[in-house]
């Protein structure tokens, strides 16, 4: 599976869009790439994945450049809830593992 | 619908006993998977199941460690004479065919703390 770069830790003012990006700079044509966030003392949370388009779902957006080597998840409108570790993922759909890196921790303030 | 569960929820044990820790799976997913995760750190492979195929070991840390899926469904990690830095969060997922992006679904973990 491809390495990928979050910055550790990025601040969102409640009510703002929050933008999270990763680099995945040796992303294959077959990976995918996937977010999850873990809030605290819980199990990670599916939030979005795509190949190569932009993505939407009633949680998130996904915008992936087009030569695929970063990627960008974004909250529309954070909430205090969204407060987590967001982790930026690439690997084949049917892999079975995935590596999970040290993620970015997302605190949104009032 | 119902999500992945794990049990025990917590549990605390003495070094050099034996632990079982259960997952149940999303009913229908055929991919199963655990993961550990220390205290502050991410998550760490173990091994995972899909159907009928063998499993992938390739992340279990020692051969005090082992796991089985019975009938494709339930499945059970087994840490025989555990050591303190087995302690973590030991975290199950499952996954669909039918979903075209085999997108992992976590259970809640069991909290295994070896004293």
């Known amino acids: 599976d491809a390495k990928t770069t979050q910055p550790p830790s990025m601040d969102c003012a409640e009510g703002r869009a929050a933008n999270l990006p990763c680099n995945h700079s040796?992303?294959?044509?077959?990976?995918?790439v996937y977010w999850y966030r873990q809030i605290h003392s819980q199990g990670p949370q599916y939030i979005i994945h795509g190949l190569k388009n932009n993505e939407t779902n009633e949680m998130a957006s996904l915008i992936i450049t087009e030569d695929r080597k970063s990627s960008t998840l974004i909250l529309p409108h954070a909430t205090l809830r969204d407060t987590a570790v967001y982790y930026c993922i690439v690997r084949v759909s049917n892999a079975g593992k995935s590596t999970f890196g040290d993620g970015t921790t997302l605190t949104v303030k009032p | 619908g119902a999500g992945v569960s794990q049990s025990p929820s917590n549990k605390v044990t003495e070094k050099g006993k034996d632990v079982e820790l259960r997952c149940d799976p999303i009913s229908g997913h055929t991919a199963l998977y655990w993961y550990r995760q220390s205290l502050g750190q991410g998550l760490e492979f173990l091994i995972y199941f899909q159907g009928n195929s063998a499993p992938d070991k390739s992340g279990l840390p020692s051969d005090r460690f082992s796991a089985e899926r019975t009938g494709g469904s339930v499945s059970t990690l087994t840490i025989q004479r555990t050591q303190q830095e087995d302690s973590a969060v030991y975290l199950c997922?499952?996954?669909?065919?039918?979903?075209?992006?085999?997108?992992?679904?976590f259970g809640p973990g069991t909290r295994l703390t070896v004293t």
């Open positions: 997922a499952s996954s669909s065919l039918v979903n075209t992006g085999y997108e992992q679904y």
């Open positions: 040796t992303i294959s044509g077959n990976e995918y």
